[in-house]
Each structure stands twice: as structure tokens, then as C-alpha cells.
């Protein structure tokens, strides 16, 4: 299997990304490789530091860099020789012996739109989505899409449920996971027209395990294993929890400190359980999904641990052919409800 | 002063209603009165049961309910006899002698709908929209909409902005609120054609302490006084929130457990002083903002205290004069941004 690792995104670039890269040579089979894009100095004289000297590492070099905050879909024509965009291109249509998986922890928009752009869609596909797991309090949860997509229509929700439930199932073994839509209430008639849309579809759709709406305060009860929302919305989700959960912690070791030092040292293996169970470092990163090849985006804050995880993970969806799964679906439940 | 209260609504209805009724009579002034419509023989006995008997208290009796699943709109067709409907009714401008606050913690679709059908609108406003106030880490953030106005148009979620300043100011006596928009990155181009419109109606709006975006990772982080986000995305945070903030505590309290049991006492103070300053039951509900009276809306979960803050609550709306407000201020920006 080959990799092309974007080596400058994200915000402890590209030390972390780099030491990730290290730390996955273990898990990697003798024939995989791994191609590190990026700044090649830098590369050179991380792999002389860690005494890295292993002939499945190869460099790509990049001579630009697409910032966080740079516009995604400007900054991924205006900067052709940035990681990014020479990532997404060893994994397209037009290279020669093209990469199977490629993982940023880079500007989400960048990647979409880059990968959007070379990798193209699987047949069938309207529109990628994110699918991420959130490391809820009865187990993860799907969530897609988180961002791929602000304002989507009603068949690229529906098609968002068809593929993570084909996501879950090989990455998580789950064998008919159960779909819900994110709503403001759990009546029939809540909602936008694109929610309710969808809704209609899903019910039009065989063999899919559809079980209506959920609100958001179920959100973190593993009601379903693949909850469908907007990317507006499912970013809101995901950076709001992220937030608040840390906003909670804060909170109480401040308050826990007012306290008495005892309690502090007491407190500490509990938030560390706490965190081991919902560490969502442990996932790696979020695959966007529909487009023709396997493209693994990391949260910005991605630590080694990160990037290994997402290398161990995208390994078994290409090995376990998620595309290949999504392509056959499509074609029969498009069918179904008339969204060839 | 008068209110009018629906003692049906809510999921301890009738009781807790009547309890917090009766607790907020030492907040009223002598010559307020409060209006309890609901089942008169229940609302009778608690009064016997409590040994209440103050004469700026009285009765109108409700015959039928709007349940919390009920369809919002259908069912205060169909219920003419219902404690929100007769609610309503008094506070419309077909009443002989109209009271000037409602209060309700029933079905929230049905208490928009029965205000809006009964109320009407202020001049000026386009769109009534729920504003809610969020206990963050950093003091209270107001949010509009929460819930009234799931797929709103770009002026509305300007007028959501004008309006919830206006609120933020009379209630919290913030002079010159800032307001953000939730987004999904800070940038220019992100998010929808409906989010950017808004955005350009800020910048044409004299006055306004608008400071752009926020992302949901800054909710409570008390970056901007008011935040502005559609009904669909607004309820699923309140609710999201509330869902994390419990599953949190749940997880910390069930890991302590299992650690020791002189943990458990020790962190007891902690919890309390957290729930303390982060208490919703402290600002008791959220007005329905753009509505001719004055509107609130409790939590479904309200308890005695929540109603009796509700009702201290919104005598200072209408003390300060908040819609006389708001129907001012809306006739200079609507001018300006051609949005009359």
C-alpha cells in the first residue's frame, strides 16, 4: 500500500507530523511506502535526528505552503507546488503510479478541494462528505458531514448516511449500523425541507437501518451509530463539544484547586480515564468520503499519535475495499429512489 | 403589571408551575397580578394545599392540552381551549384588557406559534426569533435563534442581531453588546449565502458592534455579548450542550466512584459551585424576540425557581421598555440597509 503524508499541515508541523510518520513505520507492512511532502531540508534533518533510515520513506518536495487560514479553493490553484496540492495530485487521475491513501492534517477547506480536484468522485457519488467518529459516552458515533458541505441538498444527506454506514460497518465492524438525521425535534414535520427531504428518501431506501431523527442532546448517547447532518451544522457539533468539553475540565480543576491540593492529585487519574476513553487522537483523522481514492483529513492540532493512527486506520479501509463497497451500494439505492 | 402563566406546560406541570407561581409572589409588586390558566380544579386545590390567598392572583381555566409532541401549528388550531392558546389569546390584540407577559414551559413550536398568531409582530420585524441565554465561562452569551426560525433568510438573521443586542442591553445592562455570528471558520467566504448576506446587512448597519465570526469551539468562551446562528443550528447547540455538560458529569461522578468513596463526598462541592454559575434555571426563560408583548419561553425541565426567575425576569424587559426599543432601533437600520 502507498501513502503520501502531507508533512506541513497542521499546527505542530511538520515535527509531529514527521515523528508520526516515524512512529508508523512499525505498523506498516514490508512493501508499503510512505512518501513524506514537504519541506525537504526539514525532512533530511528530522530523519538524521531520529536516525530514521528506512527504504519505504521517500521524499516529495514542496516549495509553498497553504496556511490555515489561506482560502480553500484559491490558494489550491494559486499554489500548485504547496504539500497539499502535490499530495492530492500523487493520489489523481493523471499520476502515473498513483498513491492509495493521502492524510493532511492541514486547511480542511484546501484538502477537500484539492482532493476534490484530482481524486475526482467514485461513480454515483453527488457530493464527498466528512465522516467523523465521535468518541461518545456509549460508544462512536459517525458523523457525517462535518464540513465538506455547508449547504447541502436533500440527496447528498441521504447519500452522507448511505456511506458512512459503509464507513462504520469496515472501519468499526459494525454490520448494519443504525442511521439517524440530527434535528430540532423528533416529529415528522421538524425541520427544514432538505431535512425532511432526505427523511423520504432514507424511507424510500431498502436495507437501510434508518431509525428518524435524534436531537441534539442525544447526540453523545450512541442513539444510533451514524448520525446525518449539513456540513454547517456537523462543524458546529464537533468544535462546539470539543469546547465545551474542554471548557468543563478547565472549570473544574479551577474549582478543584479552590479547594485543596489533595483533591487536585486525586482528580488526576480520573480525567486521565476519562480522556483515554474519549481521546479522539486515538481515530487518527476523518476520511472524505466519495471521492475516488482515500483521503484522511487530521484535526489541526494532530500530535504524532495522530498521524499514526490515521495511517493504521486509512491501512484497513483500503484493505477492507470501503470504496469498492460504497460504488456497489450506490448503485442499487440510487435506483431505488431515483437519484441515479 | 399582569402575566398570564400556563400552568399546563412543562414536565412537571402543573405542580412546579403553581410553585414558582406562588414564590413569586413576594417579587411582584402590589398592584401586579398574575393570571394562572389551567385546570381550575388543580390549580384551586394546590392553592388550598400551599394556604394561598392573595388577591392579585386569579384563574382562567383551560378545558384542553397542547402535549410537548404535538404539531406545533395544527395543534393550536385544533385547541382554541388549551392553556397556551387561552394564554395567547390574552396577551393578543383582540383582548378587551391585554396582559403584557406570557409565560409558558410547554411546547415551544406551539407557544412561537399561539404568540405569533396572537401578538403578531412589532413593526419593522420580519421574523420573531427565540433568544436564549447561555451561563458560559465568561459571563452570559445571548443567542438568536434558538428555535422559531429553522431555515431563516439573511435579513432575518441580521434582525436577530439588532433585536438580541436590544435585549442584551435591557437584561444585562450591557452597554453596546457585540455581536458574532456562528460560522464554520473565521473567514470572509466561509460558511452559506444565507450566513455571508447576513454579514453584509452588519456592515451596512451604523452603530452596531458587530465583530464577524465565531466558530462553535468559542461558544463559551464569551467572545462576542450576542451570537447570531439559525434555528436549526441555534437549537441543536442549547441542546447538544446541555447533553454534553450532563454526560460529562455522569462520566466524571461514575469514574470517581469507582476510585473511592471519600472522592465522591470530597467533589460534591465542586459540582455545586459549577452548577451554580452555569444555572439556567437562574435566568428562567427566553423571550420571543419581534413579537407585539412580551413572550417567554421556559425550558421544558422548569422547576418552581425557574418560573419565579421567568417572571422576575421579564418585568424588567418590560420596566426597561425593551420593545419600544427594538421597534426604534429597527426603523433606523432597516432604512439603512434597505430592509424596511
Given at each position: 500500500m502507498r501513502f503520501a503524508l502531507?508533512?506541513?499541515?497542521?499546527?505542530?508541523?511538520p515535527h509531529e507530523i514527521l515523528k508520526g510518520a516515524f512512529m508508523s513505520l512499525d505498523l506498516l507492512a514490508p512493501d508499503d511506502e510512505l512518501v513524506l511532502v514537504g519541506d525537504e531540508q526539514a525532512i533530511t534533518q528530522d530523519m538524521k535526528d531520529n536516525g530514521i533510515d528506512d527504504a519505504r520513506l521517500s521524499i516529495v518536495a514542496s516549495s509553498d505552503d497553504i496556511r490555515m487560514d489561506d482560502p480553500p479553493i484559491d490558494s489550491v490553484r494559486a499554489k500548485p507546488n504547496s504539500s497539499i496540492v502535490k499530495m492530492a495530485r500523487m493520489a489523481g487521475?493523471?499520476?502515473?503510479?498513483?498513491?492509495d491513501i493521502i492524510i493532511s492534517a492541514g486547511n480542511t477547506g484546501a484538502c477537500v478541494s484539492a482532493a476534490q480536484m484530482h481524486l475526482r468522485r467514485l461513480p454515483g457519488v453527488h457530493r464527498p462528505g466528512i465522516a467523523v467518529c465521535l468518541p461518545t459516552f456509549g460508544g462512536p458515533v459517525v458523523i457525517c458531514d462535518?464540513?465538506?458541505?455547508?449547504d447541502p441538498k436533500a440527496h447528498h444527506l441521504w447519500q452522507y448516511g448511505i456511506m458512512a454506514a459503509a464507513y462504520c460497518r469496515e472501519m468499526f465492524g459494525v454490520e448494519n449500523p443504525t442511521i439517524a438525521q440530527l434535528n430540532?425535534?423528533?416529529?415528522?414535520?421538524?425541520?427544514?425541507d432538505i431535512v425532511r427531504g432526505a427523511r423520504e428518501y432514507f424511507q424510500q431506501t431498502e436495507g437501510v437501518n434508518y431509525i428518524g431523527y435524534i436531537e441534539g442532546r442525544e447526540?453523545?448517547?450512541?442513539?444510533?451509530d451514524v448520525v446525518v447532518t449539513d456540513g454547517f451544522v456537523g462543524n458546529v457539533v464537533i468544535k462546539l463539544s470539543e469546547g465545551l468539553a474542554s471548557g468543563i475540565f478547565k472549570s473544574i480543576s479551577h474549582e478543584i484547586g479552590k479547594q485543596s491540593a489533595d483533591l487536585v492529585d486525586a482528580f488526576k487519574p480520573v480525567i486521565k480515564s476519562i480522556y483515554a476513553r474519549h481521546d479522539y487522537h486515538e481515530q487518527g483523522g476523518a476520511p472524505l468520503l466519495g471521492v475516488n481514492g482515500t483521503c484522511i483529513i487530521c484535526h489541526g492540532s494532530s500530535e504524532a499519535y495522530t498521524i499514526s493512527s490515521a495511517i493504521r486506520n486509512s491501512r484497513i479501509l483500503v484493505k477492507n475495499k470501503l470504496n469498492e463497497g460504497i460504488v456497489s451500494r450506490l448503485a442499487t439505492v440510487n435506483q431505488q429512489v431515483g437519484a441515479g
Open positions: 502531507d508533512v506541513m499541515g497542521g499546527d505542530h508541523a487521475r493523471k499520476a502515473e503510479n498513483p498513491v462535518i464540513g465538506a458541505n455547508p430540532i425535534g423528533g416529529e415528522e414535520m421538524k425541520g427544514t447526540m453523545f448517547d450512541h442513539v444510533a
